[in-house]
């Protein structure tokens, strides 16, 4: 689907620019319509906002963004001849957009669980060695990291990177599917376990595949289907 709206601060929006050309109307007919509606107070301050655009002359000229609240109670004024496969197209596209944060939030909150479940890992380590009377360097963290990031992604982190240039400063996790990410969560979780439990690193990588293999392998391969589809 065209992008139609557009985000600003978090909040999807839609230029009077694209309702007229979507509802087949004079850019400056549809200004008119929304100007009436802001002097009526039909319009609220938190529905539009004024701003610009470039027309093919690449000159800016004045336009009003309105909200999905402000766009859906100027739909009925505007009018045009395409007006209702204009109103379907735009409505369309906040719902899709709606659809997309929601996803994109319950995402982020993996993310974070992903970023939460990684620290009691890296305390096992820690205090694994210790008690083993041996010292603990950053590279202990990150070959475990990695052995998980092998089995998940089929690849180091530092790999994954390259592949999809990702800066350093950057955590691979917000580059990562949902499943990914879930798969990812329940290996480092179990893998605190395994390191508590006293287990060695080919014990570990052994059982941590096979759950791998057992939970996630299947839901990878279709999440992977579902987003080339």
Not at 147 to 156: D, E, F, H, K, S
Not at 196 to 215: I, P, Q, S
């Amino acid at each position: 689907m065209k992008h139609l709206i557009k985000v600003i601060n978090g909040t999807p929006v839609v230029s009077t620019e694209v309702i007229a050309t979507e509802f087949g109307r004079r850019h400056d007919n549809v200004m008119q319509n929304i100007r009436s509606l802001i002097e009526s107070r039909h319009l609220g301050g938190l529905d539009f906002k004024e701003s610009s655009y470039l027309n093919k002359q690449n000159k800016a000229l004045p336009c009003f963004e309105l909200t999905e609240r402000g766009f859906l109670i100027a739909m009925p004024f505007i009018g045009g001849d395409k007006a209702r496969d204009g109103q379907v197209r735009l409505v369309d596209s906040f719902i899709s957009y709606r659809e997309k944060a929601k996803q994109e939030a319950a995402i982020q909150a993996e993310r974070d669980l992903a970023r939460v479940e990684y620290r009691p890992m890296t305390n096992a380590i820690k205090t694994s060695r210790e008690l083993e009377g041996k010292e603990v360097d950053h590279y202990h963290f990150s070959n475990e990291a990695n052995m998980i990031n092998r089995i998940v992604l089929g690849t180091t982190s530092a790999k994954f990177r390259k592949e999809n240039d990702i800066g350093k400063a950057e955590a691979i996790r917000d580059y990562l599917t949902a499943e990914q990410i879930r798969a990812i969560t329940e290996l480092q979780r179990a893998d605190t376990v395994f390191i508590n439990m006293g287990w060695d690193y080919d014990k570990r990588k052994a059982e941590l595949t096979t759950m791998f293999e057992r939970n996630h392998r299947q839901l990878l391969i279709e999440e992977q289907h579902r987003l080339a589809a």
